[in-house]
C-alpha cells in the first residue's frame, strides 16, 4: 500500500518541490525583509532545501517505472517514467543536482561579491533562485508529461524561466544574449504550438504517443512535422536557427550554463523525439533536410568555434556542433524509419553523455575563475577527462562512438559513419581550443589572487565529473550493444583523435612561430558570437520597409473602414439634427393631438360598447 | 420549490437592482454603510449564482416568463450558458466592487459611482438571464445607458469626449440590433432562445431576408463586442477610472456583445442553420482580421491602459473565431473564452490601475524598475500577461489549445496561423513590459508616488488582482474538473448544443 502510494507522491513532487523550495526561500526572504540574507543562504537547512529540489525526481527515475493520471489536470495529465522517460528524467535530475549544489557555493561567493561592490545583492541572489527553481520544475515535467499539454507547459515554463538566468549578470552582453534567446525563443514557441495544434487537431488526441502515431498515418504528417521540427529545432541549436545559443548559453552564471547546454538544448531533441512520427512512416525529405543541416551544424560550429576566446563560447559552439551529429542521426532515422529500433536507444546514450559531459565542462570554467584548495593535477585530470571523453577516447565517449559507429555498420550507413568520424576531428579542435583558453585563465586567477573556492562547487563538480565519464555504466547502456568496443576496433576508432591532435599541434606551432598568422588568429578572436545573427539583423532591416508596408496597407485599409463607420453615424446624427428642429412644432401640436386622439378612442370605445 | 426556483433569477437580479437606488439615496459623506451595502449585495449574489450553477448542474430548470403586451413575452430564464455569464459577472462585480472602493478613496461622486455600477451589474446579469431577443434588447440597452456616466465619471474634457464617442457608438450599435431584432419578430413572431424550429422551417423560403437579419444583428452587437472596424469608442473609453476600465473590457460591455453575439448564433438561428446559410465563414474572417489588427495596434500604443484597451480588441474576437468555426471543440473554447479574457484582462486593468494610482505611471516607458517597487501586483500582472500570450498553464493557454483543436478538426487550418500570429503578436507586446518590470532597473523618481498601505499599495487595491490572477492560473491548471470555465463549457456543449 504504501509503495502504492509512494510512486504517486514521488512524482508529484518531481515537479511541483522545486516550485515550493522557491516558494519557501522567498518567503524567508520576505520574512527577513531581505536583510542578512546572505547569510541565511549559508545555513544548512536552507542549503539543503535548494539543493533538495531535484532529489524527488532523481527517486522516481531510479525507482522503476510508474505512471499517474490526474484526472483534473489541464486537460487530463498522464505523467510517467516508462520506457526512455526513465533515463532522461535519471539524467536531467542528475545534471540539475549537480549544478545546483555548484550553485549554491557560486551563487553565495558571488552575493559577497556584489555587496562589496554595493549592489542589491540579496535580491539578485533571490532572483535567481526563483528562476532555477521555476525553470527546472518545467524542465522535468517536459520529460514526465505523456500528455501534449502537460509537456508543452513543462517546455514553455522552462524557456521562460531560463530567460532570467540568461540575463542575470545583466551586462551589455548578457542583455544581447537575452534578446537573441527570447526572441528565438517566441519563435520557436509559435512553431511548436503551431505545430501541436494543427497534429492533435487533425490526429483528435492529447497524447504525445497517439499524436506519432496519428502523424504517422496522416496525409498531412509532413507539413505538422516540419513545424514540429524547426519548433524544436530552435531549442536544439539546429545549423541556421541556432544564433540565438553562442549569445544566450556563455553569458549566463556558469552553473545556469551547464544546465542551458547540458539539459535545456536536451528539450529540444526530447521534443523530436516524443512529437514526431520517427520509426512510424518514412519522411524522407525532412529527414535528409535534417541530415543536411546536422552535419551544416556539426563542421560549421567546430570551424567557427575554435577561434574564439572565452571558453564557455568555445564549449558552447561544440554543443552546437554535438547536437548536429545527433540532428543527422535523427535525420537519418527519420528518413529511414527501419533504423530506429538501433537508433533510438544510441542517440539516447549520446544526448545523456553529451549532457552531463558539457555541464561538467561548463562548471569547469568557473573553477579557474578563483583559487582551488587542491593540487593542479587533480584540476586538470577534472577539467580534461570530460574533454578527452567528449572527444570520443575515453569513458561514456568510447561507449557512445562505438555504439553510433555499430548502429550505421550494421544497416549499412559506412557513408555517414564517415563523416561523424571527420566530424570528431572538429570536436578534437574545439577541446583542445578549451583546455588552452582553460590554462591562460588559470594562470590569471593565479596572478590576481582571487579569493578562494566553495567547498561545494569543487565537490559537485568532481562528481559531475564522474557521473558524465562513468553514464553509460550507471544511468542508461542500450541492451543490445556492449559498452566496452573489442580491442581490434580501437584503431578505427581512435584515427580521428589522432589526426584531430595532430592538426591542432601543427596549428598551434604555426600560429606561434610564424608571426602573420599568429595576427590572423589575434583578429579572428575578435569574432562575435552569435554568426549569423548580425546576418539576419542585417537582412530585416534591409527589409524592413516591406515588413511595415504590408502592417501599413493592412492598417489604412480599416481606417478607411473606420472612416466609413464614422460617416454613416454623422449622417445619423444630422437626420437626428433635423428632427431637432421639428421639436418645437411638436410641442406646440402635442396637446391638440392628444386631445384629437383621446376624442377618437372615446368614440370607438363608445360605439364599440 | 418550483415557485423558488421560478423567481431566482429576478431576486439574483434584484440584488443589485435594489442596491442602486439605496446608494443613491445614501449621503455622499456615509462610506461605510455604502460599502457595506455594496459588499454584501455583491457577496450575496456571489452566493446566490454559485447555488444557481450548482442547481443547474443538477437539472433544475429556473425560468420566470410572462407576457407583457400581446406577442412579446418576458423571459428570464437560467441556462448552463446563462449562468456561466451571470457566474463572472457576479465574481468579477465582487473584486471590482472591493477594487474601486480602495481606488475612488476621497474622490469625489461616490454615490453616484456606485449607484450606476450597481445598475450596470443588475444589467449584466440580465443579459445573462434574458431568455430572448425582447429581454436581451432591454438590458443591453440599459447597460449603455448606466455604463456612460462610469465612463464619464472624472468629468475631465477627454472623459466627456470619450463618452460621447461611447455613446455615438454604441447607441447606433443598439438601433441597428433592434432593427434586426424587430425584423426577425416580424418575420417569425416570438422565438425564446434555443427555439431553433421556426428559423429553420424559414430558411427554404426566405433565406435572403434571415441573412439580411443575421447581418443586421451582427453590426449591431458587433459595436460592443469590438469588431474591427466597428471598436472606435473601446480605446478612447480607457480614460475612464481602472475599476470601470476593467469592468468594461471584461465583464460588462465589451462581454455583453460577445455574449450577445454568442446567443444570436447557437440559440437564435442556431449552427446548422448558420452554418447552412453561409454565414459563418464570413464571422470567421472577421474575426481573425479583427485579432491580427488589434493585435499590431496593440504594438504602436505607448500608454499601457490603450495597450491593453487594443488587446481586448484581439483577444475578444477569439469568442466570435470559436463560435463562427461549426466545431464543438471550438465553440467550446469560444464559450469558455468568456471566462478566460474576463479573467486575464481584469487582472491587467487592476494592476495598470495600481501602478497608475500609486506610482503615478501610465506610460510603458515609465515601468522599469516596478517590479522591486510591486513586487505583488507585477506578480499577477505577469501571470496574466503570459496567459494573453497563451503560455500554459495559464487559462489563455488552454482557450487557444481548443480553439486551434476545433480549427483543424473544421479543416480551417488557416485558423491555426491566425492563433500563432496572435500569440507572437501578443508576446510581442506584453513581453516588452514584463521585461521592463523585472529587468530593467529604476533610475529616476516615480512620477507620482503615493504612500498607501502597508504593504505596496493599499490593501483594498492589491489583493483583487492578486484574486484574479490565481483565478486565471488555477482556471487553466484545473481545466479538466467539472467547474472550470473549460470544463463548464464542455458540459454546456454537451448538453445543449450536441445532438
Redesign the interface.
Known sequence: MISGLLMPALMVSAVCWPLFAAFAIVCCFVAMRGADFIRLWRRPWLAALWMSAPVPALAVAFLGEAEISIFWFMMGGIWQTEGIRGPILGFTAALWLFSGIYAHGYLGQKAIENRQKGMDAGCRLLRFVVFWQLSMSGNLLLVIAADIPGFYAGFTLMTFSAYGLVIHEKTGDARRGAAAYIIMAVIGEGLIIGGLLWGAGIVETIMLSELQQGLAASPQVLPVSTLLWLGFGVKAGVAGIHMWLPMAHPVAPVPASAILSGAMIKAGLWGWFFTLPVGMAPLSSLGYVAMAAGMAGVFGAALYGVFHRDPKVVLAYSSISQMGMMTSLFGLALAQPALWPVTGPVLVLFALHHGLNKGALFLATGMTRRRMRMPGILFWIATAFPAISLAGVAGSGLAVKWAVKLSLYENNQSVVALILSMAAVGTIFLMVRFLLLQYRARQSAHDRKASKMPFSMIISWFACVIAAIASPWWLYMPESLSSVPPVGELPGLLWPVAAGAGISALGLWVTRSVPAAGKLAQRTGRLPAGDLWPAYAFIIEANRMYFEGVATVFIRAIHQMEKQAEKWAHCFRNINDHLGRMEPFFRVWAGVLMAIVAMVMAFSFFFHA | MAVINSWMPLVVLFTSLFAAPVIFLLPEERHQARIAINLAAALIKLILVALMILGVYMGVRYELCFTVVYGVVFILRADALGVMFAGLSSLLWLFTTIYAVGYLEGSPNRSRFFGFFSLCVASTLGIAFAGNLFTFVLFYELLTLSTYPLVVHRGTDRALAAGKRYL??TL?GG?VFLLGVVSLHALAGEIAFGDYGHLAALASDKPFYLKGIFVLLVLGLGVKAAM???H?WLPQAMVAPAPVSALLHAVAVVKAGAFGLVRVVYDVYGMELAFSLGLLSPLTIAAS?TI??GS??ALGQTEIKRRLAFSTVSQVSYIMLGISMFHPLAAMAGFAHLIHQGLMKITLFFCAGNYAETLGIHCVEELDGTG?RMPITSIAFTVAA?GMI????AVG??S??YL??????AGM?WV??V???S??LN??YF?PLVYRI??KTHENDWPHEQDIGVLETSAWILWPPVATAIFSLAG??????TF?P?GWAALIIFWEYLP
Open positions: 455615438q457608438y447606433t438601433v474591427v472596424p466597428l472606435g482580421m491580427l489588427y499590431i495596434r522591486r503570459f497563451g503560455v500554459p498553464p493557454f488552454i487557444k489549445w486551434g483543436m476545433g480549427a483543424a478538426g487550418h491555426i496561423l492563433l500563432v500570429a500569440s507572437i508576446a510581442a513581453l523585472w529587468f487553466g491548471l484545473a481545466a479538466a474538473a472550470s473549460a
